[in-house]
């Protein structure tokens, strides 16, 4: 009998929500604060930062209040699925497709996930899980996870007709007169032993060490131009590099240590001029 109240109960509540109170860490941005600087204290790349806070520019000002939380990975297991992994860390599917770009459910063991704990989720939809009960009514089950998808998933309307029509213009209108590109950044430092300090184009970073600066390849982003890169800000096209060819840069950053710690990461590039 308690079986079959327990397997009544599984359908039952396919489209109920549950409350998840886990509260998020957050911090108010001070004067001369960037999203850069703030995410790399707090352990989290800027596009995770903005997707945190729904910010869709890298603009933020004093008083503003930021919800950080903690990068983690999870490496699946034998016999995981995104809903188990969801429960266990408090987040919803939608969070975890979103975080790592992942277009359907499907997941194998190895995998590394990214998961940021510590978020607020006021809601997890049971009817994301994949229950076996379920399997018996496909038409109930079906519609449920792609009516989620739009709502939850920023990367599920990109992949829909629809959702082109609307994000389109909103891209058109961040640089109508624009070159853009995806690069592969590093970080560099003038502080160097044997290091003059004076880029290609003449700038001493040795005695403007708040200089923004990237080193390019000249047949890819003009030398002298003035670039806008994701997550640094405005920059100059001011320096070369001998590793630096085809769409890679280089990004001047003051000290060693910083620059060590930036690692190699994809970024946009906005040539503005």
């Known amino acids: 009998m308690l079986k079959k109240i327990i397997s009544i109960l599984a359908v039952a509540v396919l489209s109920v929500t549950v409350s998840a109170n886990v509260q998020a860490a957050s911090i108010t941005v001070e004067k001369g604060d960037t999203l850069w600087a703030l995410s790399r204290a707090n352990n989290l790349s800027v596009e995770n930062l903005q997707m945190l806070n729904k910010l869709t520019t890298d603009l933020i000002h004093p008083g503003d209040i930021l919800t950080v939380a903690p990068e983690k990975r999870y490496t699946v297991k034998q016999g995981d699925t995104l809903w188990d992994i969801g429960i266990d860390h408090q987040v919803t599917v939608s969070q975890i497709k979103e975080w790592n770009q992942l277009y359907s459910d499907l997941i194998h063991p190895g995998l590394n996930l990214v998961i940021f704990e510590g978020l607020k989720n006021n809601t997890i939809s049971l009817s994301e899980k994949p229950v076996q009960p379920a399997a018996e009514t496909p038409t109930e089950s079906a519609p449920a996870v792609e009516a989620s998808a739009p709502v939850e998933s920023a990367p599920a309307p990109a992949v829909e007709a629809p959702a082109p029509a609307e994000s389109a213009p909103a891209a058109e209108a961040a640089a109508p007169s624009s070159k853009e590109i995806i ?91």
């Open 183 to 273: 690069v592969e950044a590093t970080a560099y430092t003038a502080s160097c032993e044997g290091c003059s300090g004076i880029t290609a184009t003449g700038i001493n970073l040795l005695e403007n060490p708040n200089a923004k600066v990237i080193s390019v390849d000249p047949s890819v982003i003009p030398l002298g131009s003035k670039v806008y890169v994701e997550g640094y800000g405005e920059a100059i096209a001011g320096d070369t590099g001998g590793a630096i060819k085809g769409n890679k840069i280089d990004i001047f950053i003051p000290t060693k240590q910083e620059a060590i710690n930036f690692g190699r990461k994809q970024v946009k590039v906005t040539i503005l001029n």
